[in-house]
């Protein structure tokens, strides 16, 4: 996989620790370098940001490999037919689609029932330290995990008495370590579900995203059973997983620079650019999805082989100096317009909608054990120049 004169580096378990100095590293060498992942993939793993985003535009770089398709009845091709799996024309054709039911109408009228969800944790919180007499709660387990799953089940029409089921499958397909057995056992659950929900709606269909997906049309296309499970799925990992760390590692990230948090508490209006900073700062993900050359290619002066996967480092690129003037420094009042961010529109959306802190509650014990790990990168399943795109 390497040109001649570049030598392979293989990443070790401390890569997920500090993966901004592993990138600083290796950009220093070269924008694109060829690894050997934690996990034992061989990639070509960018951390340029001008070479980011050459990758991500560049249609000769595909999500999927020729040859490669999921099982049709099985678990996977229930849900893998989403936008994040897609190439043009299939990516356009699914967003054209989900957005006539996706509208920032219907975005906008979560916008009362998301405020009343976060002020509820954020009473229970201040409860929880009044009551208890506990200087600390646990911010993961009480605000940042229910948070979005909570909204999630909302937003698709998930009704409370099935949440508790969700909330574990959620946990067990979201999380590093998973039993094969468990995930699978989880993930058939889970898409069960979602079929069977999406036939109860097709029958009575309700003020729901499923239901406005049910009936979103382009002409005479629509989407089909696998690809309304798999709109689900991603919307449940794209925004719960991104969200979780986000909440977690941005109020890290504020705890570990005092002056820019009581920079912000002084000045609310620097908010918006706070959400912008912290998502160039501590990306959710840190990845973005595999993707693997259809063809040769050059790319940050280094030639990519047919087959060859390419890993784009959203953390890396957004911590390039090229692009950010003294990129490891929190700064609330940077213009982080132009950043790679993992988080969906909704995300952001939610992000910007957040109460701020308020004064009184515990301190977050949001450094009890780490936040999920926001830089797993899942291996690709490349072989003989195949590949499946994953997930990061």
Same mark, same amino acid.
């Given at each position: ?11 070790? /378990? ?28 061989? @990639?070509?793993? @960018? ?9 991500? /535009? ?37 967003? &054209? ?8 109408? =219907? ?5 009362? &029932?998301?405020? /009343?969800?976060? +002020? ?13 007499? =506990? ?48 995930? =699978? ?13 999406? +036939?109860?709606?097709?029958? =009575? ?23 309304? @499970? ?13 969200? @979780? ?13 005092? +002056?820019?948090?009581? *920079? ?54 957004? *911590? ?8 490891? *420094? ?18 952001? /959306? ?43």
């Amino acid at each position: 996989m390497s040109a001649p004169d570049i030598t392979v580096e293989r990443l070790g /378990a401390d890569y997920f620790q500090d993966p901004y100095s592993v990138h600083a590293r290796l950009r220093a060498k070269r924008p694109v370098m060829p690894v050997i992942m934690p996990g034992g993939a061989p @990639v070509w793993l @960018v951390t340029g940001y001008a070479e980011a985003r050459a990758a991500l /535009a560049d249609p000769r770089l595909s999500k999927r490999m020729p040859g490669w398709h999921p099982e049709p009845d099985s678990v996977i091709a229930s849900m893998d037919l989403h936008m994040l799996n897609t190439d043009p024309p299939d990516h356009g054709r699914l967003r &054209r689609l989900v957005n006539k039911a996706f509208t920032a109408r =219907q975005v906008e009228r979560l916008r009362p &029932r998301i405020t /009343a969800i976060t +002020a509820g944790l954020l009473d229970d919180m201040a409860d929880q330290g009044a009551l208890g007499g =506990q200087s600390e709660v646990d911010l993961l387990a009480s605000f940042a995990f229910p948070l979005p799953i909570t909204v999630i089940c909302e937003l698709l029409g998930v009704p409370p008495a099935d949440r508790d089921d969700f909330r574990a499958w959620s946990a067990t397909i979201v999380s590093d370590i998973p039993a094969p057995e468990v995930f =699978q056992a989880h993930a058939t659950a889970m898409a069960r579900y979602f079929m069977a929900l999406l +036939a109860a709606k097709r029958q =009575q269909p309700r003020d729901d995203l499923l239901s406005a997906l049910l009936g979103a049309r382009d002409d005479e296309d629509r989407l089909s059973e696998n690809e309304l @499970v798999s709109m689900a799925f991603l919307l449940l990992v794209a925004g719960h997983e991104t969200t @979780v760390n986000l909440i977690a590692s941005g109020m890290l990230a504020l705890l570990l620079n005092p +002056a820019e948090l009581a *920079r912000l508490r002084a000045d609310p209006s620097l908010t918006s650019s706070a959400v912008e900073e912290l998502l160039r700062y501590v990306n959710p993900v840190s990845n973005a999805t595999f993707r693997c050359a259809a063809e040769p290619l050059e790319l940050g002066g280094v030639r990519i082989g047919r087959g060859d996967p390419v890993l784009v480092s959203l953390s890396g690129a957004n *911590r390039d100096p090229a692009r950010f003037g003294d990129p490891d *420094r929190l700064d609330l009042g940077r213009d982080s317009s132009g950043s790679w961010r993992s988080a969906t529109a909704s995300t952001i /959306a939610w992000a910007r909608r957040w109460p701020g802190w308020r004064p009184g509650l515990p301190s977050p014990a949001c450094c009890r054990g780490s936040a999920r790990s926001a830089s797993r990168s899942r291996r690709p399943r490349c072989a003989g120049g195949r590949a499946r795109s994953s997930t990061a």
